[in-house]
């Protein structure tokens, strides 16, 4: 029936079958190429090397085409685009939790960031891509759209096509939760754009690129602030929970820039109230400092610790010898500005790791003209341990 009904489209000169089980036969007039490389559905981009025109379609076997539906595609078709009839809008933190887009219940084009490989027509020059770097057969439609670099998609109206029963749902080949895992771990890794804002730039962190494979973190933030790098941490990674600790307020001892220390008592409330007021449901707060708040945990509590508090020696060096113990065994603990020498981050770091026969980390994050030292991370791997010595950044 499936085969048929897009014989029966007046636009369409060829079919190819894709046979992914090396068994398919057919009298129709359609050329099938059997899967004898174990290309998996990815082989379908090379496939398309055989067609005899550049404009292709690429079609799930459980979609009918009813009488005009390849016109409704070619309607807004151009080179820079991609049509479907299923597609998402990453809106959200999580992929489906995520807004989206059926061909059937518009009226006009709208662009999405990712299409369903349920229809898909584009210009055989998008079809030129290794195959063997997609890395999973579960991704090989996103994956190929995250190849195409200068594309844009968009889910087109049309109400002239038929899903079998098997389709009839969105997340259909994804209701097994392994594969749901699978989706949402490339949703966090592919779906943040570049950012080129400087003021934002500031606050992306090398010590969050380790963490974009997580799922459902448990972390702790210790110096908040205005709560800027919380925000990229939410926006960018699979945070269940982060423990944001901090005690907004000067003392004695506090030891870093006085530019900071003028406007603690009004950091709070732009972190509260502004910058973090939609995640709520993500955060607790503890305005306390991080010795009080560090006995509220067990051992081996965290996923990630983050020591961005105060910057003068004593603390730090608090700081990581009271925590390293609550993050889990295959978890992670860093920080901040290990290289700035007006702080005593470095000289804590060091000495942590070498006594304790660590590894450690570091890379520098953004940097600019006017501050070409500015914000480098370290970090330290749970039990990691081997007689490596500082490593240059």
Same mark, same amino acid.
């Given at each position: 029936?499936?085969?048929? %009904?897009?014989? #029966? $489209?007046?636009?369409?000169? $060829? ?16 050329? !099938?190429?059997?899967?004898? $490389? ?21 079609? *799930?076997?459980?979609? /009918? ?9 070619? =309607? ?15 809106? #959200? ?18 662009? /999405? ?26 991704? *090989? ?10 594309? $844009?998609?968009? /889910? ?42 400087? +003021? ?13 494979? #997580? ?7 210790? #110096? ?27 003392? *004695? ?9 003028? +406007?603690?008592? =009004? ?21 306390? +400092?991080? %010795? ?8 081996? %509590?965290?996923?990630? /610790?983050?020591?961005?508090?105060? +910057? ?19 978890? !992670? ?15 804590? !770091? ?17 940097? %600019? ?25």
């Amino acid at each position: 029936m499936v085969l048929k %009904s897009w014989l #029966g $489209q007046e636009e369409v000169e $060829q079919i190819i079958v894709f046979d992914n089980s090396g068994f398919f036969k057919t009298k129709l007039p359609v050329l !099938v190429i059997s899967n004898s $490389q174990n290309l998996e559905p990815q082989g379908k981009f090379v496939c398309a090397q055989f067609a005899k025109n550049d404009l292709i379609i690429f079609a *799930d076997d459980d979609v /009918v085409a009813k009488p005009n539906f390849v016109n409704d595609l070619l =309607k807004y078709f151009d080179e820079g685009k991609v049509m479907g009839i299923v597609g998402k809008c990453f809106t #959200g933190s999580e992929y489906y939790k995520s807004s989206g887009y059926v061909a059937k219940d518009i009226n006009e084009p709208k662009k /999405v960031d990712y299409l369903c490989g349920l229809i898909m027509l584009t210009h055989r020059k998008n079809c030129f891509v290794d195959v063997r770097k997609c890395p999973s057969k579960y991704l *090989d439609d996103w994956w190929w759209e995250h190849e195409l670099k200068d594309t $844009q998609f968009y /889910v087109i109206p049309s109400k002239n096509y038929e899903l079998l029963p098997e389709s009839n749902d969105a997340n259909a080949l994804h209701k097994q939760s392994d594969l749901r895992t699978l989706r949402e771990k490339y949703f966090k890794r592919w779906r943040n754009k570049k950012v080129t804002d400087p +003021h934002r730039l500031y606050y992306q962190r090398s010590f969050d690129d380790l963490l974009l494979t #997580g799922i459902d973190l448990v972390g702790a933030e210790i #110096g908040v602030y205005r709560g800027a790098h919380a925000k990229e941490m939410l926006e960018k990674l699979d945070i269940k929970t982060l423990y944001l600790i901090d005690p907004w307020k000067d003392y *004695d001892e506090y030891g870093d820039l006085p530019i900071i220390k003028e +406007h603690l008592p =009004k950091a709070y409330k732009t972190a509260k109230f502004e910058m973090l007021k939609h995640y709520e449901d993500r955060l607790i707060w503890l305005k306390e +400092h991080s %010795s009080e708040a560090v006995k509220k945990f067990e051992d081996n %509590s965290f996923d990630f /610790v983050y020591i961005d508090g105060n +910057h003068c020696y004593e603390y730090v060096k608090e700081d990581i010898e009271l925590w390293y113990p609550k993050v889990k065994r295959d978890g !992670v603990i860093g920080g901040h500005d290990y290289h700035l020498p007006r702080f005593g981050v470095k000289k804590a !770091v060091d000495e942590f790791y070498l006594k304790n026969n660590l590894v450690l980390h570091l890379k520098k994050n953004f940097q %600019s003209k006017n501050s070409p030292d500015i914000n480098g991370d370290w970090w330290i791997y749970k039990n990691e341990n081997n007689n490596k010595t500082t490593p240059k950044i």
